[in-house]
């Protein structure tokens, strides 16, 4: 079946540092994955698609890398600040909808 | 861009009342949503794909009779949460999709089942 893992536990770090959360997939061959962030007792919030033909995405401090032949997604916060402090999904075309990883806490100090 | 609205935010009532939960695309015409739910600290799960103007499919495993889905409009489905229980008790979230690849999801309802 097929199965979307991201890092279960918080990732933590320091203000100004880069963050890299991991997003690895088995028995996918998705034409497109995207990234969510959520906010406690909040719905998901779209943030980046990156295509099967694209190695690399770029939005502001945002960047996001896909391997298809590693099945895996890496998204990167760089410059983070404490208010980029949230739960990150992954997500995959699934056969009607959206197939989301269980998500990584990211948590940013100051 | 493309707006989800979802009311209520919070609900709380008593076990084996019915809840109703409204999703609305505000700027755009939606002729499928979703409805899913969420656990603490874990990923959304889909209930079910809402389509306006025929039945919904429901996702195995998911109670059709227990969560009725109507979609009476381009713009407008509803999740009826009924004879609730505290099992209900979670987090319902709705999505519709705006465009080829975007997906737009409603703030959520905490649904608390006293």
């Known amino acids: 079946s097929q199965k979307i893992e991201q890092n279960s536990e918080a990732l933590n770090i320091q203000e100004g540092k880069t963050a890299t959360l991991t997003c690895n997939y088995t028995?996918?061959?998705?034409?497109?994955l995207q990234w969510y962030r959520q906010d406690p007792g909040r719905g998901p919030v779209f943030l980046l698609l990156i295509r099967e033909n694209e190695k690399e995405k770029r939005k502001e401090r945002l960047k996001v890398t896909f391997d298809t032949t590693l099945k895996q997604s890496l998204f990167h916060i760089t410059a983070s600040q404490p208010a980029d402090s949230a739960t990150y999904l992954c997500?995959?075309?699934?056969?009607?909808?959206?197939?989301f990883g269980k998500g990584t806490m990211l948590l940013v100090s100051p | 861009g493309a707006v989800v609205s979802q009311h209520p935010s919070r609900v709380i009532c008593k076990s084996g009342t019915s809840v109703k939960i409204e999703c609305r695309s505000l700027?755009?015409?939606?002729?499928?949503m979703f409805w899913y739910r969420q656990f603490p600290k874990k990923s959304l799960m889909l209930m079910a794909t809402s389509n306006e103007g025929s039945k919904a499919t429901y996702e195995q495993g998911v109670e059709k009779d227990k969560f009725l889905i109507n979609h009476a409009s381009l713009t407008l489905s509803t999740l009826t949460v009924t004879s609730a229980h505290p099992e209900d008790s979670s987090f319902y979230i709705c999505?519709?999709?705006?465009?080829?690849?975007?997906?737009?999801f409603g703030s959520g309802t905490r649904l608390t089942v006293v």
């Open positions: 999505s519709a999709r705006a465009d080829s690849y975007g997906y737009t």
């Open positions: 028995n996918y061959s998705p034409a497109y």
């Open positions: 997500a995959l075309p699934g056969y009607s909808t959206l197939t």
């Open positions: 700027d755009f015409q939606a002729t499928t």
